[in-house]
């Protein structure tokens, strides 16, 4: 299958973003069998031959780094060195991998088959691979994907290896390590097993740090973890953590390396198969528990349709040039480079900042589906929408979202009426149709033998399920949103006054609302200028009202001003107080049409039925 653009190349909303082909169309017309056993010829680093995992472990057992930290926790509790050593080499047995191609190639066999049972395509983009191809050959990489679905890591494996790339060595929970067969299968396949909280343990923190790090100096493969630490259940980006981010840093800052190449990669998903799952932990059901038996038992999804798959590798991200002007690098010379030393608070400001950065790069990355739209018009809909009216909304609020820079893949070559269609077929089992009327399952009577709280327990199912997808899009309001609140807020309404820039927006913005500062790094506002000064205000104050509670990535504390406070009770109070954390605003009906001199296209103004809220059937 030729490159696929998502966009016309020539639409004047959109920057030009990577094209993407179907790398499971050959796979498709070919021996699986017969693409697991070819040649595998990975770019390497200068060169250079990955060593042995045994050697490796005596690299890092032996390194001055490990040896001062043994000696220091010998000298705390009282035991011989050769007993802390002792201790270090068990912990480093727990935590190492064991990469072995062979096991490489069963994955690539296996893999093949299941994902050509679970998903329609896999797209990647070339281009990116062809960045990260060269990235690989210059500085040391760290992958940093994002995290939506087990079958992130999985996916990842499989398209090194399909492209001739390094495969990566893999930060992965001790709830893996547990599995039976399958935890040593991972372990060979490139993971190493970390604890999920290492509390105040100063020998296992100084083992991972190390082990991550000799790896990353050698350049023996490409570390690969994930920014936010576990998957989000609400396919909202989390807050990222830096302890990792921290030490695959520290070699640049301390001049072992010349620089590191961060690579962000967005993985999205039509359909995730944990939705159901996700649904019923958020409701308080405990997540099961991973286990060989359990994976076994969940091979009934190979019967399942979970449509296309966008994997969008990012441009490689210098640390060096990130770290320029930010980091006194000379600062670490004053002690030994093999003495532990703890981030000073310019560090640790600049791994926040690096952090969001990179997790805003993976927003808008992220290749959002139709059904992001249409689950969001169905969650504002409980009563439902005919399929007419269903098509103009969907229409127009794509429309809208493509004019906020929003990465869609929309099919040029099928109507709307067609897409729409294809992605409710998709999506059947959180909906009911008939005769032309599309609602959710959530007012579908219940069994006989279905008590009150398990009918309520199967709507709140169908309700957070959609709310999943609708939350994909939430980054692509939430910066107009909090351009709006300023606007709002102003006693002023003239145009002049509106066209605030880059640096004016934050300072506006904060003035009345006391928002971290995270919300305005990484070039929050760029790219949306003219289109903020086309948005009346009440247009854009409905979107703010639940934006500011539902993006998790950005940490805030509220302090609105009165006549704020006066609007946000004005609209919070039509909304159900059960369900109000998971609304999308509506976009009221005052959107004017843009002048023909600033844009020579026509804007379609909002539907008339185009309305707030939702509330659960009783």
Known sequence: MASRALYSSSHWMLKKRDDFKDTLEERRSSSDLRYALRCYTPTLYKGLVPCKASILKTIVLQSDHLQYVIKQVSSEAGDSIESVTEEASLILDEMAHRLQLSTIRFFAFTLSKVFKRLFRSVCVNEEGIQRLQQAVHDHPVILLPSHRSYMDFLMMSYLLYMYDLPLPVIAAGMDFMSMKFIGEMLRMSGAFFIRRSFGGDKLYWAVFSEYVKTMLRNGYAPIEFFLEGTRSRTCKSLAPKTGLLNIVMEPFFKGELFDINLVPVSISYERILEESLYARELLGVPKPKESTSGLLKARRVLSEDYGSMHVYFGHPVSVRSLAEGKIIRSQYNLLSRHIPQKPSTDT??????????????????????PWVLIATLLLQNPDG??????TEQ?????????????????????????????????????????????????????????TPEEAVFHRAVVVLSCATYRNQILHVFLRPALLAVAMQSSNSC????????????GASVHSHFQISPEMFKSGLWLGHSRTFTELSCSHSFVILTVCLGSLSCWKMNLCPSLRSRALWSRFSSKMSLYIAAFIFPSILTSLPVPAAEKHPHSMMLPPPCFTVGIVLAR
Not at 348 to 369: G, P
Not at 443 to 448: F, G, I, Q
Not at 494 to 505: D, I
Request: hydrophobic content about 40%; some cysteine.
């Open 494 to 505: 003239r145009k002049g006054h509106l066209k605030l820039h880059q640096v004016g927006w």
């Open 394 to 450: 969907t229409d127009w609020l794509r429309y809208l979202a493509l004019s906020l820079g929003a990465f869609l893949d929309w099919p040029d070559q099928e109507s709307c009426s067609e897409v729409i269609s294809c992605s409710l077929d998709l999506h059947r089992h959180l909906l009911s149709v008939s005769g032309g009327h599309v609602q959710l399952n959530v007012t579908e009577t219940p069994k006989v033998d279905t």
């Open 385 to 390: 929408l005919d399929r007419c009216s269903l």
């Open 348 to 369: 640790q400001t600049f791994l926040n900042d690096a952090a969001f950065r990179l997790v805003r790069i993976q927003e808008e990355n992220m290749v959002l589906k």
